[in-house]
């Protein structure tokens, strides 16, 4: 199916504006393109497109003007949102202290069909599936798109809890938009997580369409619905998955991530410190959808596996899908359940000198072991400079390590062990992005191959090259297991993982 817009009753929006701001709206030439009326008191209004903005009189807004708008609109609710019975504009208002309009955004609502095309297969699986996005992106749109195609092309029983009347339109009667899908107003928004129970109790849906999850009783409600077998379709703060993990309230929805502490045995068996982070339950939502533009997102198939992988310092690969402009789509990148090895055909590795591995040389791809360097810094300097290295967790597949001028100095065994087989030791002054990509790109030109090379000038005066060696103490860190001469427990190298570890708890029992 080819996308089509449809533009729900500008006209009805117009006839609710002071006829002077009608009148220079009605003069655009790209009135199809409005995204958002302003008015401001003491300002001038404001047409709002998504490159420019334009204004709509040379005179300011007055009291009378945003008097003329509230009477011509619904009633305003608790959360300051008005409407226009049976469309899908949104009237918000912005009060003073003395809860005095002086504010209006008229935000134009629109149903476009086609839009879950690119994406349609994944919604035909019955599994519960999670939009995230920017503000503005089309989480809603196409939301309300997967509420009509579900309830009218699969003959499912479709319950939408619409609590700002944003997916059906304002008025008691839904918008045509939505299809045979019924819908449940919420009076306030903290009932939203009531209004979702109650959906299912009382109206036996198999698909709930849920907008915006903000809270704990919502992601609490939303994994109550999950559990009874029914379809979870929603949106949620977060333009990724990154952001869903990192916050605690709603990380639940995503299974949720706990800090765990293993036993010495198993430490050592994973490689890795005696804290580690594990997810918490089966996740509410089996798919998530990160729209990153209004024609191109990524989606996670699996949600459970791609946390596990993230949760392990790894760098999961979701599938890419952009629209093409005749309606269908096109797979920019495969979905993957490893690491992607980051090596570029056709370029000559750089030469390993004064050490390391056996039959390292020219044309391959060289293996970093980091010690105490963030391993999600060095992976992303690896694909933006696109140099053939790859990281290794184990030493004994390394062809040389990278760690930090002051661990050298300590000397911990790890680093003992490196030297013993003969490794090349490089070091960085401290644990930024500069000081990587520094280290990177001498390894892509060439001059960070071997302990023989001269260290090459980094930020803040430091070096970028083989270590000197110094007064030592030990010191534990991200790829060192415990029970090898450690004094406590590190936080891991990722940055990403130990913001974790700080929101869900690090400390080892």
């Given amino acids: 199916m080819t996308r089509r817009e449809v533009v729900d009753n500008l006209t009805q929006l117009l006839e609710c504006l002071p006829p002077h701001i009608r009148d220079a709206l009605q003069g655009l030439p790209d009135l199809h393109r409005l995204i958002e009326i302003v008015l401001d008191l003491g300002r001038q209004p404001e047409a709002r497109f998504p490159e420019r903005f334009v204004h709509l009189s040379d005179d300011y807004v007055t009291r009378e003007d945003l008097q003329f708008v509230v009477q011509h609109v619904g009633q305003f609710g608790s959360d300051n949102r008005a409407g226009i019975e049976r469309t899908l504009h949104r009237i918000s208002a912005i009060r003073n202290r003395r809860n005095e309009i002086i504010g209006l955004t008229c935000r134009i609502g629109r149903a476009v069909f086609g839009t879950i095309d690119i994406i349609r297969d994944v919604v035909e699986t019955g599994e519960s599936l999670l939009l995230l996005g920017r503000p503005g992106i089309g989480k809603t749109t196409m939301l309300r798109e997967m509420a009509r195609v579900l309830a009218d092309e699969f003959n499912k029983r479709v319950v939408i809890v619409d609590t700002s009347n944003e997916i059906a339109g304002d008025g008691d009667i839904p918008h045509p938009a939505i299809g045979r899908a019924r819908r449940m107003q919420v009076s306030r928004p903290d009932r939203q997580a009531e209004v979702m129970i109650e959906a299912v109790e ?19 409600a939303a994994r109550t619905i999950a559990e009874r077998g029914v379809q979870l379709i929603g949106t949620a703060h977060g333009n990724t998955l990154d952001n869903l993990v990192l916050n ?67 760098e999961p690969q979701p599938e890419v899908r952009e629209r093409t402009l005749g309606g269908s789509y096109r797979v920019l990148q495969e ?15 750089p030469r390993l000198v004064g050490g390391g591995r056996e039959g390292a040389g ?42 930090l001028k002051g661990q050298y100095r300590k000397m911990p065994k790890r680093l003992k062990q490196a030297e013993a087989k003969g490794l090349p030791v490089h070091t960085i002054r401290s644990n930024t992005l500069t000081q990587v990509e520094q280290f990177v790109g001498a390894l892509e030109s060439g001059q960070a191959g071997g302990s023989g090379t001269p260290g090459l000038p980094a930020a803040g005066g430091g070096r970028v090259g083989t270590a000197g060696r110094g007064p030592w103490r030990r010191v534990e860190a991200w790829n060192a297991a415990p029970g090898e001469g450690t004094e406590g427990t590190a936080p891991p190298g990722s940055a990403w993982t130990r913001r974790l570890l700080e929101r869900y708890g690090s400390d080892d029992e």
């Fill in 202 to 220: 009382n109206h036996m849906p198999e698909v709930i369409v849920i907008d915006e999850i903000g809270t704990e009783a919502e992601a609490m």
């Fill in 248 to 314: 605690p309230t709603l990380s639940d929805l995503v299974g949720g991530i706990q800090a765990v502490t293993l036993g010495d045995e198993e430490a050592k068996k994973r490689g890795t410190q005696k804290t580690v982070l594990e997810r918490k339950a089966p996740p509410t939502f089996d798919i998530v959808v990160e729209i990153q533009e209004m024609d191109r997102l990524a989606i996670h198939h699996s949600v459970a596996s791609t946390i596990d992988q993230m949760l392990r310092g790894l």
């Fill in 335 to 349: 979905a993957s359940a490893v690491p992607v090895e980051l090596e570029r055909p056709g370029v000559q590795g």
């Fill in 362 to 403: 020219e044309g391959r791809v060289i293996r970093i072991f980091p010690y105490a360097v963030s391993r999600t810094r060095l992976e992303r300097a690896v694909r933006e400079h696109r140099v053939p290295a790859e990281l290794t967790q184990r030493l004994e597949e390394a062809d040389l390590v990278l760690t």
